[in-house]
C-alpha cells in the first residue's frame, strides 16, 4: 500500500469509528425525523396499554396526554424541520423514561438526553442572534427576520413562516433558554433571553406589586430567581455598582417585594444600555450579513448574472454543464446548476444516513475534536461502495479536469446538519500546523454537491469574497483551496450559515495537489 493512501485510509477510518459516540439527535436533523415517527409508535402502545387496563408512571400518562393525536397528523419534516417545534418533541420526551418506554413498547428505541435538549435550546440562541429572528414571534414560532439597517431606515422584516398556534415557549423554557446561553458563555444572548422572561411574567401577573407574594406552589421559574439570574450576567457583562448593592441588599432579607422592584428598575436600564457585541475580525464581520441574504435569496431566487454553458471536457458535449462564475480568478468560485439527478443524491443520502456520525474539526494538532463550531454528521462513501458513486467522482474529476481517484481525491463525505447547524467560517487547505494528512498533499479544490434544499438559512458564504451560495438541491458549487503557485488561498474562506428551517444535506469532495502536478499548471507570479 501506497504510505499515503495508508494515512488517508486511517485517518477516516478513525473519523468514523469516533465520530459515531458523539452523535445525538441535535446534530442531524435527518435523525428528528425518524424521532417524530418513533413517537408515534410509543404513543400508540401506550394507549393501547392503557385501554388493556394497563398502569403507566404519572410522567408517561402527562407525555402522552399532551400528544396531539389528531387525524390530520402532518408530516415529520413539518415537525423536525422547525426549531421551535423541535425543541418541543425533544422537550416532551426527555421527560419520560427509558427503561419504561421499552417496557410499554417492547422495542430498543431511542430517546432525547439533556445534552440533546441542551443543544436544541443552543440552536434557538444561535438562529435568533445571527439572523436576528423577533424574540416575541419566536416564542409562539414564528420566525420573523429583522436586518437593523446601519444608515438609520426602518430595519427591514422578512416573515419567514407564519405563528403556530398549536403551542408556544413559557416563561420556564425561555428561563431554561437563558441559563443554556450563560453555560456556552454567551452573556449577551443570556441577558436576551431572561429579560424576555421577565417581561412574560409581568405580562402574566400584570402588576409588579404582586411580585413579592407570588403563589410559591405555580410551576415555572420565580420573579426573585429571574431577576438575580440577570443581575448575574448583567454583572458579567458590565459590573455596575449600584446593582451590586441591590444584589447584596436583597441577600439580606427574604422575599422583599421594595427590594425587587428597585433590582427590577436598575436591571431595566443597564439591559437597555448594552449593545449586542460585535465581532469584528475578518471572518466574522461579513458572516452574518451574507447569511441573511442567504434566507433573502432562499425567498426570491436571484436572476443569474453570468450564468453561461460549458463544456469542460469532451464528456459534456451532449450535456453541457450550467456554469455561474460567480468569481472568476483567485479564487475561482463556480456554481453548477443540475449536476446531479435526484436518484443520484437519495443513493448517496441512503448511504451515508445508516453510517452517520457526529462531524469533528481538525485540531491545531492535526488530531480531531468535536467542536460547537461545526454541528453537523457526517459519513464517508467511497466509490468502490456503489457504481453510482463511482459516476459522481468521475464526474467531478471531468468538471475539474482533475484526477479525483483516491488517493488523489478523497472519498465523499456526506453531511446533515443539525438543528440550526452550521459550520463556522474557516479554509478547506490543511494549515501549517495541522501535519497529519500532509504527506498526502494539501488540499487543492473543494467540490461541494447540495443534495437537498433548504426552506431558510443554511446558504454557503464566502466570508472575505462578499459571496453568498444559498443550497438549491442538484447543484454544486467549485472552488479553488490553493493559488497556481500552491500558496495558500485565503479568500477562499467560507461558512455554512445556520439552517433555519430544513435539513441541509451536502457532500465534499476534496482534491489534492498530489497526482495532479501536470493538470495544476504553475502561475507566472506566486499571487496568481
Ligand atoms: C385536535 O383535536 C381536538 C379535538 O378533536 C381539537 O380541540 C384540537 O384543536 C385539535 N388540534 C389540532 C392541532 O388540530
Ligand atoms: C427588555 O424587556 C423590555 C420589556 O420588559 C423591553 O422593552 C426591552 O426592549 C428588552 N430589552 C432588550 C435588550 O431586549
Ligand atoms: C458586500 O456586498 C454587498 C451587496 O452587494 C454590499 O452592499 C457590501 O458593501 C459589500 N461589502 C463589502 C465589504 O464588500
Same mark, same amino acid.
Given at each position: 500500500?501506497?504510505?499515503?493512501?495508508?494515512?488517508?485510509?486511517?485517518?477516516?477510518?478513525?473519523?468514523?469509528?469516533? %465520530?459515531?459516540?458523539?452523535?445525538?439527535?441535535?446534530?442531524?436533523?435527518?435523525?428528528?425525523?425518524?424521532?417524530?415517527?418513533?413517537?408515534?409508535?410509543?404513543?400508540?402502545?401506550?394507549?393501547?396499554?392503557?385501554?388493556?387496563?394497563?398502569?403507566?408512571?404519572?410522567?408517561?400518562?402527562?407525555?402522552?396526554?399532551?400528544?396531539?393525536?389528531?387525524?390530520?397528523?402532518?408530516? =415529520?419534516?413539518?415537525? #423536525?424541520?422547525?426549531?421551535?417545534?423541535?425543541?418541543?418533541?425533544?422537550?416532551?420526551?426527555?421527560?419520560?423514561?427509558?427503561?419504561?418506554?421499552?417496557?410499554?413498547?417492547?422495542?430498543?428505541?431511542?430517546?432525547?438526553?439533556?445534552?440533546?435538549?441542551?443543544?436544541?435550546?443552543?440552536?434557538?440562541?444561535?438562529?435568533?442572534?445571527?439572523?436576528?429572528? !423577533?424574540?416575541?414571534?419566536?416564542?409562539?414560532?414564528?420566525?420573523?427576520?429583522?436586518?437593523?439597517?446601519?444608515?438609520?431606515?426602518? =430595519?427591514?422584516?422578512?416573515?419567514?413562516?407564519?405563528?403556530? =398556534?398549536?403551542?408556544? $415557549?413559557?416563561?420556564? !423554557?425561555?428561563?431554561?433558554?437563558?441559563?443554556?446561553?450563560?453555560?456556552?458563555?454567551?452573556?449577551?444572548?443570556?441577558?436576551?433571553?431572561?429579560?424576555?422572561?421577565?417581561?412574560?411574567?409581568?405580562?402574566?401577573?400584570?402588576?409588579?406589586?404582586?411580585?413579592?407574594?407570588?403563589?410559591?406552589?405555580?410551576?415555572? &421559574?420565580?420573579?426573585?430567581?429571574?431577576?438575580?439570574?440577570? #443581575?448575574?450576567?448583567?454583572?458579567?457583562? +458590565?459590573?455596575?455598582?449600584?446593582?451590586?448593592?441591590?444584589?447584596?441588599?436583597?441577600?439580606?432579607?427574604?422575599?422583599?417585594?421594595?427590594?425587587?422592584?428597585?433590582? %427590577?428598575?436598575?436591571?431595566?436600564?443597564?439591559?437597555?444600555?448594552?449593545? +449586542? =457585541?460585535?465581532?469584528?475580525?475578518?471572518?466574522?464581520?461579513?458572516?452574518?450579513?451574507?447569511?441573511?441574504?442567504?434566507?433573502?435569496?432562499?425567498?426570491?431566487?436571484? &436572476?443569474?448574472?453570468?450564468?453561461?454553458?460549458?463544456?469542460?471536457?469532451?464528456?459534456?458535449? $451532449?450535456?453541457?454543464?450550467?456554469?455561474?462564475?460567480?468569481?472568476?480568478?483567485?479564487?475561482?468560485?463556480?456554481?453548477?446548476?443540475?449536476?446531479?439527478?435526484?436518484?443520484?443524491?437519495?443513493?448517496?443520502?441512503?448511504?451515508?444516513?445508516?453510517?452517520?456520525?457526529?462531524?469533528?474539526?481538525?485540531?491545531?494538532?492535526?488530531?480531531?475534536?468535536?467542536?460547537?463550531?461545526?454541528?453537523?454528521?457526517?459519513?464517508?462513501?467511497?466509490?468502490?461502495?456503489?457504481?453510482?458513486?463511482? +459516476?459522481?467522482?468521475?464526474?467531478?474529476?471531468?468538471?475539474?479536469?482533475? !484526477?479525483?481517484?483516491?488517493?488523489?481525491?478523497?472519498?465523499?463525505?456526506?453531511?446533515?446538519?443539525?438543528?440550526?447547524?452550521?459550520?463556522?467560517?474557516?479554509?478547506?487547505?490543511?494549515?501549517?500546523?495541522? &501535519?497529519?494528512?500532509?504527506?498526502?498533499?494539501?488540499?487543492?479544490?473543494?467540490?461541494?454537491?447540495?443534495?437537498?434544499?433548504?426552506?431558510?438559512?443554511?446558504?454557503?458564504?464566502?466570508?472575505?469574497?462578499?459571496?453568498?451560495?444559498?443550497?438549491?438541491?442538484?447543484?454544486?458549487?467549485?472552488?479553488?483551496?490553493?493559488?497556481?503557485?500552491?500558496?495558500?488561498?485565503?479568500? %477562499?474562506?467560507?461558512?455554512?450559515?445556520?439552517?433555519?428551517?430544513?435539513?441541509?444535506?451536502?457532500?465534499?469532495?476534496?482534491?489534492?495537489?498530489?497526482?495532479?502536478?501536470?493538470?495544476?499548471?504553475?502561475?507566472?507570479?506566486?499571487?496568481?
Amino acid at each position: 500500500m501506497d504510505p499515503s493512501f495508508r494515512v488517508v485510509f486511517y485517518v477516516l477510518f478513525l473519523t468514523m469509528f469516533y %465520530s459515531v459516540t458523539d452523535a445525538g439527535f441535535f446534530s442531524a436533523v435527518a435523525r428528528l425525523g425518524k424521532l417524530v415517527q418513533e413517537e408515534r409508535e410509543i404513543v400508540a402502545a401506550v394507549k393501547q396499554h392503557v385501554q388493556n387496563g394497563g398502569k403507566v408512571s404519572a410522567d408517561m400518562k402527562r407525555y402522552v396526554d399532551s400528544f396531539d393525536d389528531n387525524n390530520t397528523v402532518p408530516e =415529520p419534516d413539518y415537525i #423536525a424541520h422547525h426549531p421551535v417545534r423541535a425543541y418541543f418533541l425533544i422537550k416532551r420526551l426527555s421527560k419520560i423514561t427509558l427503561s419504561e418506554t421499552k417496557k410499554l413498547t417492547g422495542k430498543e428505541v431511542q430517546l432525547p438526553t439533556v445534552e440533546d435538549l441542551h443543544m436544541t435550546a443552543l440552536a434557538l440562541i444561535v438562529l435568533q442572534d445571527v439572523y436576528g429572528l !423577533d424574540m416575541r414571534s419566536l416564542v409562539q414560532g414564528q420566525l420573523v427576520m429583522v436586518s437593523q439597517s446601519t444608515n438609520g431606515a426602518e =430595519p427591514q422584516i422578512t416573515e419567514i413562516c407564519g405563528k403556530d =398556534p398549536t403551542f408556544t $415557549l413559557d416563561p420556564s !423554557d425561555t428561563y431554561y433558554i437563558g441559563e443554556v446561553a450563560c453555560k456556552e458563555n454567551k452573556f449577551y444572548q443570556a441577558v436576551l433571553w431572561f429579560n424576555l422572561t421577565l417581561e412574560m411574567m409581568r405580562e402574566k401577573e400584570k402588576s409588579l406589586l404582586k411580585i413579592g407574594d407570588e403563589q410559591t406552589d405555580r410551576p415555572g &421559574p420565580r420573579m426573585r430567581d429571574v431577576l438575580l439570574k440577570l #443581575a448575574d450576567t448583567v454583572q458579567k457583562i +458590565k459590573w455596575d455598582r449600584d446593582v451590586f448593592m441591590a444584589v447584596s441588599q436583597l441577600g439580606a432579607t427574604k422575599a422583599n417585594a421594595e427590594g425587587l422592584s428597585h433590582l %427590577s428598575n436598575l436591571l431595566e436600564n443597564a439591559v437597555s444600555s448594552l449593545r +449586542k =457585541p460585535i465581532r469584528t475580525e475578518i471572518p466574522h464581520i461579513n458572516y452574518e450579513n451574507l447569511c441573511r441574504l442567504g434566507v433573502l435569496k432562499n425567498q426570491a431566487p436571484h &436572476p443569474t448574472l453570468t450564468c453561461r454553458y460549458v463544456r469542460p471536457t469532451p464528456y459534456f458535449y $451532449l450535456s453541457p454543464a450550467k456554469m455561474e462564475l460567480l468569481h472568476e480568478r483567485s479564487p475561482l468560485v463556480a456554481l453548477y446548476h443540475d449536476v446531479i439527478t435526484d436518484k443520484e443524491v437519495n443513493k448517496m443520502r441512503d448511504i451515508a444516513f445508516r453510517r452517520m456520525g457526529r462531524s469533528p474539526v481538525v485540531a491545531d494538532d492535526g488530531g480531531e475534536m468535536f467542536s460547537r463550531s461545526r454541528v453537523s454528521e457526517t459519513g464517508w462513501i467511497f466509490d468502490t461502495e456503489h457504481p453510482m458513486i463511482a +459516476k459522481l467522482s468521475r464526474r467531478v474529476g471531468y468538471i475539474t479536469g482533475l !484526477d479525483v481517484n483516491l488517493p488523489y481525491g478523497e472519498a465523499f463525505q456526506v453531511l446533515n446538519y443539525g438543528l440550526g447547524g452550521f459550520y463556522e467560517p474557516h479554509v478547506d487547505y490543511f494549515r501549517d500546523e495541522q &501535519p497529519v494528512l500532509l504527506t498526502n498533499g494539501q488540499r487543492i479544490a473543494t467540490f461541494l454537491f447540495y443534495l437537498s434544499d433548504v426552506e431558510a438559512g443554511g446558504a454557503t458564504v464566502f466570508t472575505r469574497l462578499n459571496l453568498t451560495v444559498p443550497a438549491v438541491k442538484n447543484s454544486a458549487v467549485l472552488f479553488h483551496d490553493l493559488k497556481k503557485s500552491l500558496a495558500f488561498e485565503q479568500d %477562499s474562506e467560507h461558512a455554512g450559515c445556520p439552517v433555519l428551517m430544513g435539513s441541509k444535506w451536502i457532500a465534499n469532495k476534496w482534491i489534492h495537489t498530489h497526482g495532479n502536478e501536470f493538470r495544476w499548471p504553475c502561475g507566472l507570479t506566486p499571487e496568481e
